[in-house]
């Protein structure tokens, strides 16, 4: 009988089979017997290399906002004023349907955490460089640039989960829709 191959596990192998079960099977997929299943290993060896369920969410949520300031710095290099917003606001929208499931997984601010996170913290500050440089090429500081960001975060987000879930059954193209809705809300926080 021939021999099983081992499976060689750490915790980025862990991690990243997580990512694949919350971005083709959705959130509510990613359980620890789950998880276990898609490695071939039985759930309690999970424990070697992840905290359990709430540990593994933590280490994703680092994930998502490392992948996020990485994205949002590399769209923004070069480019300032509101072709810095444009090509920062596509490249968040790719992000969003690239990584659909680690995205929605990890929503809410490291800040609303009892336990800060310093790995989590980095990273959303580093998301949070950006997104302040982009408000300060347009002209905003200050609580006007904090108000200017969670408008900027809320149209891209709210465009692309919908984009996602197939919330746009019209011909017309999305990304003229995108580009347009863009384009509105760079005008109006230069109004501001």
């Known amino acids: 009988m021939p021999r099983k191959t081992r499976v060689r596990l750490d915790k980025n192998a862990v991690v990243q089979a997580a990512v694949e079960i919350l971005n083709t099977e959705g959130v509510q997929a990613l359980t620890l017997s789950r998880l276990a299943e898609k490695l071939g290993i039985r759930s309690p060896s999970l424990y070697n290399h992840v905290d359990g369920l709430t540990g593994l969410q933590q280490d994703l949520a680092v994930l998502n906002a490392r992948l996020l300031a990485d994205c949002f710095s590399e ?74 960001l969670r408008a900027f975060r809320s149209m891209v987000h709210g465009f692309a989960t919908l984009e996602v879930a197939g919330g746009f059954g019209l011909p017309q193209d999305c990304d003229e829709s995108f580009r347009r809705l863009v384009s509105a809300l760079v005008a109006g926080l230069q109004k501001t």
């Open 75 to 148: 769209a923004a290099i070069g480019r300032s004023g509101p072709q810095l917003f444009m090509d920062v606001s596509q490249a968040f929208r790719q992000y969003v349907k690239e990584y659909p499931g680690l995205y929605m997984s990890t929503l809410r601010s490291s800040g609303t955490q009892q336990v800060q996170d310093p790995a989590l913290q980095h990273e959303e500050e580093r998301t949070m460089k950006v997104g302040l440089a982009i408000m300060a090429s347009l002209g905003l500081q200050g609580e006007d640039a904090i108000h200017g």
